[in-house]
């Protein structure tokens, strides 16, 4: 369904089975995810820390030692060096994700991968030894390069590795090893935390090494998608890797298919410049929305800055990281529902559910604050049961993100793109995603300030108008064979209009079906 207009799946399928090579492939390739994640949860943990503020931040350190009842908790982290350590590491990945889609689409997407672990590796030492603030942020440039890499080519290695009929599921792994590693960061910041020697935020950055060291030798053992290869030239290696992956001698269709995706990709000379055209239109605009909105959700900020927000609104040091620690596993569980319902209800129903669960949530959280702390950010003696409400309010607003937008964000951009325009696709998808990230990481605090409780009506806004795009706009993608997507396009009512008859190039298709011919040949079939 889109905009209320139901769109069929077609008849094509193709033969296979979700073997224990898919599902391998997927678990390391999703692996990806826990370096990103690991960095989500680990910056606001850290940055609530006596010994860190100490040695990096001394006066963001005197402010929160000598603030005293009756003054204004919203403005007490409060500054623009500090903000900087957070969303330096998303700017980098910004830049780095245009240089990664080179490189996913030119060596392929398993050394796009490499490269992302070994810099992501190399900022983690980094950070791990750093001794000023000039090593901090170099540990933070080269952790972001990391993920720009990372988050570039591991969904699309997934989208083309998976079985379409379980592609929403294993694509989903990539989110829940977000979640793992916001978890994982969340655990070793609480235990981290009372250090007497004040080096447990030399543990806590360091110990991203480990997700690091774990995707680069999982990549290192990985073959290349047959997509990949398809694209690269090596077309016999291609189907002798897709015969493996499916589990099954006959893959002659999806080969075809595979090839005549590639040989129409070749016609297209700069991707990047092509994905202007009318025909990717549709693409573009989710490629740019779908990550715009889901950085304005305000999960990030919730992830990020959930132990300084948390102690903003009144929580003490530890009981601000036990918080975190719990929204980090409802987030890990409610991951888990969408992994089992995606291919079941859909992409469309658990975006609308998830928005309009958020929306409500967000209501809730501001009426908290606002009621408690005004507009001059004094809330007096903060009874449990009120803790208990924003904390249960934050919960429920994780759980939806992480069963919808969150893990949706990553799946339909890198499921819906044609070959030639994928990895410049990706690369759109994840700068959007990152420029936006470092704008929320880099305004929060001043935000929070400013804005005071206003600020969680300024995303619940965005949340409303997010959810009537996704109903309007986003047509149904479950199910659909990833090189067949173009089908939802031409039957949208919106969208159709880009695929008038006018647009089809017949030489391009001889060349293809001339292609065809080759490949029917070289199969004999």
């Known amino acids: 369904m889109a905009g209320g207009i139901a769109i069929s799946k077609g008849d094509k399928e193709y033969p296979g089975k979700l073997t224990w090579t898919v599902l391998w492939i997927c678990m390391v390739a999703a692996t990806g995810g826990l370096i990103f994640g690991y960095d989500i949860g680990i910056s606001g943990g850290v940055t609530s820390m006596p010994s860190f503020l100490e040695k990096f931040f001394p006066h963001v350190y005197r402010r929160e030692q000598n603030h005293v009842a009756g003054t204004n908790s919203y403005c007490t982290f409060n500054d623009t060096g500090l903000t900087m350590f957070t969303s330096s590491l998303y700017l980098a990945a910004l830049v780095a994700s245009w240089c990664a889609s080179l490189v996913t689409r030119k060596l392929g997407r398993k050394a796009s991968m490499c490269l992302g672990g070994v810099l992501f590796l190399a900022g983690a030492l980094f950070n791990g030894f750093a001794q000023n603030l000039a090593m901090l942020i170099i540990g933070r440039v080269l952790l972001g390069c990391g993920v720009g890499f990372a988050n570039q080519s591991a969904p699309v290695f997934l989208s083309e590795t998976a079985p379409y009929k379980y592609r929403g599921a294993l694509n989903m792994l990539f989110q829940l090893s977000i979640t793992i590693g916001i978890l994982a960061a969340n655990l070793i910041n609480f235990f981290t935390a009372d250090m007497t020697n004040g080096n447990g935020w030399r543990i806590s950055l360091g110990c991203a090494g480990v997700p690091a060291i774990l995707f680069i030798i999982g990549s290192v053992f990985l073959e290349d998608t047959p997509n990949s290869l398809i694209e690269r030239g090596n077309n016999e290696q291609a189907l002798e890797r897709l015969k493996k992956i499916r589990g099954i001698e006959n893959v002659d269709e999806e080969y075809r298919d595979l090839v005549a995706a590639s040989t129409a990709s070749k016609e ?119 803790a208990s409400l924003v904390v249960v309010a934050i919960c429920f607003y994780v759980a939806a993100f992480a069963w919808s937008w969150g893990p949706l964000g990553w799946l339909v951009p890198s499921e819906i793109l044609p070959l030639e325009v994928r990895s410049a696709g990706q690369s759109v998808n994840v700068s959007v995603n990152m420029i936006f990230t470092f704008f929320i990481a880099q305004l929060f605090l001043p935000m929070l300030c400013h ?72 199969l004999h079939i």
């Not at 888990?336 to 129903?349: E, F, Q, T």
């Not at 409303?464 to 047509?475: G, K, N």
């Open 451 to 522: 804005m005071k409780f206003g600020l969680f009506i300024f995303f619940a806004v965005f949340v409303f108008v997010m959810t009537f795009f996704i109903y309007f706009y986003l047509p149904e993608t479950k199910g659909i064979p990833i090189e067949e997507m173009s089908r939802i396009w031409k039957a949208h009512p919106v969208w159709k209009r880009y695929y008038e008859d006018h647009d089809f190039d017949v030489e391009k298709f001889d060349r293809i079906h001339a292609a065809d011919l080759d490949i029917k040949k070289e």
């Open 268 to 386: 297209i000379k700069n991707p990047s410049f092509n994905l202007l055209r009318a025909k990717y239109r549709p693409h573009l605009v989710m490629v740019t929305m779908i990550p715009f909105f889901q950085q304005l959700t305000g999960m990030n900020v919730i992830m990020f800055y959930a132990p300084v927000l948390f102690k903003t609104i009144g929580f003490g040091s530890n009981a601000s990281l036990a918080s975190a620690l719990i929204t980090g596993g409802v987030n890990c569980v409610a991951t888990l529902v969408s992994i089992y319902a995606v291919d079941k209800v859909g992409r469309r129903v658990l975006f609308l559910e998830g928005g309009i669960q958020m929306l409500i949530c967000q209501i809730v959280i501001t009426i908290c604050i606002a009621v408690k702390f005004g507009v001059n950010g004094d809330p007096g003696v903060l009874p449990k049961w009120y």
